[in-house]
């Protein structure tokens, strides 16, 4: 991997963990945020932004086709679940991991398309 790439992966990490935390205020209701809360957003980006596309790619190397997208979505929401939702105050924890996953992967998808339109590159390529 070169120095571009691990740049590129950072660069990626950043911007899911503050997609993750604007979802995630969206749901929750609350602006602020606290050290532990901001590791559990990392680590989840960090699933996001390595994990899921390996799963990916595995299913599509088994001829899973789109069933490898759902699960991979599926992966997300479980991790919301349990890493990032505990911190937040809502009423139905599974409903508000639905919610953030659906919000950060709608986000995702807005902020790859508006770097590949303006900056000609895939910030997100691996989405």
């Known amino acids: ?10 660069v990626a990490l950043i911007l899911v963990t503050v997609i993750f935390y604007v ?3 969206i749901v929750g209701g609350d602006w602020s945020v ?12 960090l699933i996001a932004v390595v994990v899921i596309p390996l799963f990916r790619s ?12 759902l699960l991979a ?13 505990d911190e937040l105050t809502v009423n139905d924890e599974w ?8 919000v950060g992967v709608v986000l995702i998808y807005i ?3 508006a770097a590949d ?4 590159t895939r910030l997100l390529s691996l989405f």
């Open 111 to 113: 902020v790859d398309a």
């Open 73 to 85: 979505f599926v992966i997300l929401i479980v991790s919301v679940r349990f890493v990032m939702v």
């Open 23 to 25: 979802s995630g205020a």
């Open 117 to 120: 339109a303006l900056l000609d």
């Open 58 to 69: 595995a299913a599509d190397a088994l001829s899973l086709g789109d069933l490898g997208l």
């Open 34 to 45: 606290s050290g532990s809360y901001i590791l559990r957003m990392v680590i989840v980006a």
């Open 1 to 10: 991997m070169s120095i571009e790439q691990l740049i590129i992966l950072l």
């Open 95 to 102: 409903l508000a991991s639905i919610v953030i996953a659906l």
